[in-house]
Structures are given as structure tokens and as C-alpha cells.
């Protein structure tokens, strides 16, 4: 997908504000505790997602964030597709005082591709 070079330059800039969480070490940290925390829209997350992982979308992520995680020191793994909305999601959680939010690094696909590479 071609994003605008404004779109793409935000993104970037959270991605040098939040650590990211590379998708070999999700699974682990979810076993100790972290949520994974899926931003897509509804569609996106009804068609695939990561198993046991909440859902809030990109556009109501500052309205509903501390319903439905309230404690802010929980380790959260923002994800989308790739990068950039995970990305924008944890860092404006971090602006928020979630001060445990990460991005999976490439999403949902690279965990999946992941996935398929251990299964071979």
C-alpha cells in the first residue's frame, strides 16, 4: 500500500519514539503477562488475529484504552498488519503513560510468516 509522505513520516517518527517487540518474542511475553493488542479495524481483526489478543481500534484507541487495559504499567504489544499503526498505537499510549507499550515489528504478517517458518 502507498502511503502519503506525511502518513509515512509520522509513523516513522514513532517508530523512533517505541521499542519494538520482534515476533519471536511475542509468544513469550504474552505467557508472562503482556497483552497483545490488536488496532486494525474490526473487519481486519474478525478476519485474522492473534490468538487471546484485545481489540481496540486505531480510531477509538485514546477513548477506550483505559477500559479495557486500566493498569498502566501492563506490558502492551501493539499490532497491525506491518508497522506503522502498531507503531502510532504504542506511541501514543506511551504519551497516554502506558509506559510498557511496544509495536510487534512487521505485525501480524511477519508473526504469521513465523509461524509458517517453524512449521516447515
Not at 77 to 89: E, F, I, Q, V
Request: charged residues 20%.
Amino acid at each position: 500500500m502507498a502511503y502519503t509522505d506525511k502518513f509515512q513520516r509520522l509513523a516513522d517518527q514513532a517508530m523512533s519514539q517505541v521499542a519494538f517487540v520482534p515476533p519471536e518474542q511475542v509468544d513469550a511475553l504474552v505467557q508472562q503477562g503482556a497483552v497483545a493488542l490488536d488496532i486494525r479495524d474490526k473487519e481486519e481483526h474478525d478476519a485474522d488475529h492473534l490468538a487471546g489478543s484485545l481489540h481496540v481500534s486505531r480510531g477509538k484507541l485514546e477513548m477506550n484504552i483505559e477500559g479495557v487495559i486500566p493498569d498502566l504499567n501492563t506490558t502492551v504489544l501493539c499490532y497491525c498488519n506491518a508497522n506503522n499503526r502498531g507503531a502510532l498505537s504504542a506511541n501514543t499510549l506511551r504519551q497516554m503513560g502506558y509506559v510498557n507499550a511496544h509495536y510487534i515489528v512487521g505485525g501480524l504478517k511477519a508473526y504469521r510468516a513465523l509461524i509458517r517458518d517453524k512449521s516447515v
